[in-house]
């Protein structure tokens, strides 16, 4: 069976982005010596989902940083050839998450990142996110990209864990209830 994980920071106020995509308040707060656990969870990770907003932040930071393929959903990009430089390591689709796992599924992946705020609030509503780690940035910034959006109905989550960081980070993973 295949999986939806997510690894994701967000503000105190519970933005990912400000209204024009901007994380520069999250770029400040990365402090190089401490480490987040990132590496620790793509290690086992077989394939990364995005949307298109984080398929267009990602490419905006210069080099492509991923070694995984790279699967990004996006009915714009959908018809698009996918840049030269990138050409193997992703591609463009318009399925739907469910189907989107299912074509991961088909070619033997096994636990997938999830990441960008409409596609994990897309994840979310057809229930298809196992876990989340949650980084809380204290930084209020008043407006911006939700992490979360509407839901048909409670999802419940169970805590696995808690932990901050002398930077003023606190990373919480939840695991969905069973």
Known sequence: ?????????????????????????LLQRDDPSEDHGYSSFIADKDAIVMGRGTYEKVLS????????????????LAAAPVPEALQGKVQFSRLAPKDALEKLAGENARQIYVDGGQLVQSFLREGLITDMVITTVPVLIGSGRPLFGALAQDVDWKL???????????????????
Do not use: C, K, N
């Open 1 to 25: 069976m295949t999986t939806a994980h997510v690894f994701i920071a967000t503000s105190l106020d519970g933005f990912i982005a400000r209204p024009d995509g901007d994380i520069g308040w």
């Open 160 to 178: 696995v864990s808690s932990h901050s960081f002398p930077s003023g980070l606190v990373q919480t993973t939840y695991r969905l209830a069973a």
């Open 61 to 76: 930071f210069g080099a492509w940083p991923y070694e995984l393929p790279v699967l990004v959903l996006s009915r714009q």
